[in-house]
């Protein structure tokens, strides 16, 4: 396998081969049941609201309903930011810098100054929910923002849950973003899963997958991810791949 496609060497693992083509058996089976087919609009809906609330709830913002609160706020973006998905899948797929900044400026309103919306943190503030501890440098994050456009505009041979994990530890480990990066990972396993045709339609519901493992495997994986090691890496993306399964089978009809 080429080394110019670091993805494919990683999905060929045999651990994240097995982890990946459950995922995606799971993804299709959701796709051909008639009820969901036949429900397709209120399934899509569906999935947006309870995505943002799992995303913010893996947040520590396990509320009822957005308001004024700290915890109320954050699932107010989460759940701006998921519906906004959608819009951003196409942009994503070939200019992911600009659609990142676009849902950003969307998710991050109301928690960041209206200057620092939609750009890369210029110092080392960033956000920490789930506690993983002090971030990248600025620089840092900025080079690996740019390093994870290049990888998404990229052929390469692996799985589209390969790739949408790739970003997803990207962005929530290297916190390229004031405040809101963790929310913008999780939200860009969507943008990948439909760009890349796995999830056209936004059915699953990956989110749930994620808190469904729990909040202490996923700042497991995460810091398994940033270790860079071989290893480590291929633990989130087996971790990944079962959030995928389970979100999929987590999606119901209203």
Do not use: C, K, N
């Amino acid at each position: 396998m080429p080394d110019s496609d670091p993805l494919a060497v990683l999905a060929a693992r045999p651990e994240v081969a097995a982890a990946s083509a459950a995922a995606r058996a799971e993804v299709d089976a959701l796709l051909w049941r008639r009820d969901v087919r036949a429900a397709a609009a209120e399934v899509a809906v569906a999935s947006v609201d309870r995505g943002g609330r799992d995303s913010a709830a893996i947040d520590g913002a396990d509320v009822v309903e957005p308001d004024d609160s700290p915890m109320g706020r954050v699932l107010g973006a989460a759940l701006r930011l998921t519906a906004e998905v959608p819009r951003h899948v196409d942009v994503f797929a070939t200019a992911p810098l600009q659609a990142l900044a676009h849902l950003h400026a969307v998710v991050a309103h109301g928690f960041l100054p209206a200057d620092e919306l939609g750009r890369p943190r210029a110092g080392m503030q960033a956000d920490d929910p789930l506690h993983l501890g002090p971030p990248p440098s600025a620089t840092a994050a900025a080079e690996r923002l740019m390093a994870l456009a290049q990888v998404l505009t990229r052929p390469t041979e692996a799985p589209a849950t390969v790739v949408a994990a790739v970003a997803h530890a990207e962005l929530a480990s290297a916190r390229p973003f004031a405040w809101g990066s963790g929310l913008l990972g999780r939200a860009s396993t969507r943008l990948v899963l439909a760009g890349r045709g796995v999830d056209p339609s936004l059915f699953s519901i990956p989110e749930h997958g994620m808190l469904e493992q729990g909040r202490p495997a996923y700042v497991s994986a995460l810091r398994g991810y940033a270790t860079g090691t071989p290893d480590g890496v291929s633990a989130f993306l087996v971790w990944h791949a079962t959030a995928v399964a389970l979100g999929a089978r987590a999606a119901t009809v209203p």
